[in-house]
Structures are given as structure tokens and as C-alpha cells.
């Protein structure tokens, strides 16, 4: 089956700029915790997903992370890749790299919190197989997320990514 891809065709995604992510569990399920009174709750799930989204900085040095927020079945973020601090002999990541490692340290972890901790287990993935990005374009447009992921916990009860939404 070929998939459609979402990647702007013939971009570079290890050029430097800032892109704004969004990675969503498998089938949406709520993973990470719940929204209540507009403030998203962390479980340990959501805590890791917030532990692993920090620990990229690490495995991918020249990387900067801005806002970001764990919501019950997906993740909003910023990544900034920068010219500076990028060794010569070592290829870019790309936002790609970044992204997949996310999903696979996640995942190694969390099967670690299925069979220690008794979170919830989950089908052959706990992530869809891919990922929504947007390449920021300038400073207003990332005004415009940094908005959108700071007040996304107070419109979960009717964010499409919701299993539970309200429609009106």
C-alpha cells in the first residue's frame, strides 16, 4: 500500500529553521493522563513522554526545544535546528531523526512501565506510523503555535485529536 507522504516534496528537513510537530498515538489512544479543568494531568506515561521529548537535546546536539505540551494521546512540539554546534564530520539529523528516535525511546521505555508499573499495554504500536509537521515560516507564525500548544489543553474537549470530543 503507498502511503501518501506529508513531507513538503524536495525540502531539506535538516536545514536550519524551527518546525512545529504533533505525534500521535496509536488508534488515539489516551495514554499519558487526562485533561481536567482545562490543565492536562500527567500520568508516568505522560511524564516519560515529556522525559523523552527533553532527553533529544542529548542525542541530538544543536538541537533546541521550545514550547511543547503531552496531551492524552499526542504530543505538540517546536524544534529548532540551528547551523551552529553541528559537528562537521556528522551528518544534520533531520526532524525525521528526531522524531523517530522520540517514538523508539518512548516505546522501549514504556513496554519497561507495561511490565513494571502496569501501564496499559498496548497493539504491535504505541505511535501511528507517522507524524504532522509544519515548518515555521517566521516569527508570527511561531507566535501563532507557541498559542496553539500553550492553550491546547483548554480546547481538548473539542480538539479532533479526542475520542471523546464535543462537535458543537
Partial sequence: MHRRSLRLKGYDYAQAGAYFVTVCTQNRRCLFGE????????????????????????RFPGIELDMFVVMPNHVHGIIV????????????????????ALKSLFTLRFVEGVKSKRWPAFDRRVWQRNYYEHVIRDERDLARVRHYIDENPLRWEFDEENPGRKTS
Wanted: charged share 20%; aromatic share 2%; hydrophobic share 45%.
Fill in 81 to 100: 535546528l540551528s547551523d551552529s554546534d553541528r559537528a562537521a564530520t556528522r551528518a544534520a539529523p533531520t526532524v525525521g531523526d528526531i522524531v523517530g
Fill in 35 to 58: 485533561v481536567t479543568d482545562g490543565a492536562m494531568r500527567l500520568n508516568g506515561a505522560g511524564e516519560l513522554a515529556a522525559t523523552v521529548w527533553n532527553s533529544m537535546v542529548e
